[in-house]
């Protein structure tokens, strides 16, 4: 059974980087063709796709926000952290992580997500 | 990569069926068959509802069906039931990233 989570800070001050966790079980990162994505989803508006990170540490960024995105894996710990730099209230949303099944163009299983407030 | 083109809300009676629409371009739906939908319930996470453009995950209705021509995708519901009153989003890959539509609301008369 496949299980995602996301952790981190609740609240962050505008400039801070922000930086979230996902924790996840049912299948590994190592796992030829296997993915970990990030969405997040302003109170009220679309989702919007932020980052992906792959078996084989390929990582594809959101073209819009790619300068202030970082996704890293820790194969060992089943672990996927995003970190974005320069937060802004406009930031604000429910992030989310969800799996990308074995060479597949879609997401799977998603995470809870976790609301992020940037105010100061 | 622009987001792709969704109506706002759509609605329509039980037993009614309703279609959903996703418009992008060559360079995502139209280029690549790798569309997916999503169905949202006030705050919970997004469903997997379609994938691939037509496919149905197991355990989701048949009742849920996807097709695609051009660079339009689309969503039908048949039968229409309370519980799907929801927001829906339809996503695409490209070559390498993922873009998604604004989302739908679908109000259950």
């Known amino acids: 059974q496949i299980t995602l989570k996301e952790s981190g800070p609740t609240l962050v001050k505008p400039t801070q980087t922000l930086t979230l966790t996902c924790t996840f079980s049912g299948f590994s990162l190592s796992t030829g063709g296997v993915g970990v994505g990030w969405i997040r989803q302003p109170p009220g508006k679309a989702l919007e796709w932020l980052a992906l990170i792959y078996w084989d540490d390929d990582k594809p960024y959101s073209p819009s926000l790619k300068t202030r995105l970082t996704i890293t894996k820790d194969t060992s710990k089943n672990q996927v952290v995003l970190t974005m730099t320069n937060m802004d209230p406009v930031d604000t949303a429910t992030y989310y992580c969800?799996?990308?099944?074995?060479?597949?163009?879609?997401?799977?299983?998603w995470g809870q997500g976790t609301l992020v407030t940037v105010s100061s | 990569q622009s987001a792709l083109t969704q109506p706002a809300s759509v609605s329509g009676s039980p037993g009614q069926s309703i279609t959903i629409s996703c418009t992008g371009t060559s360079s995502d739906v139209g280029g690549y068959n790798f569309v997916s939908w999503y169905q949202q319930h006030p705050g919970k996470a997004p469903k997997l509802m379609i994938y691939d453009v037509s496919n149905r995950p197991s355990g989701v209705s048949n009742r849920f069906s996807g097709s695609k021509s051009g660079n339009t995708a689309s969503l039908t519901i048949s039968g229409l039931q309370a519980e799907d009153e929801a927001d829906y989003y339809c996503?695409?890959?490209?070559?390498?990233?993922?873009?998604f539509g604004g989302g739908t609301k679908l109000t259950v008369l």
């Open positions: 969800a799996h990308r099944p074995t060479y597949r163009r879609f997401f799977d299983y």
């Open positions: 996503s695409s890959y490209t070559s390498s990233s993922v873009v």
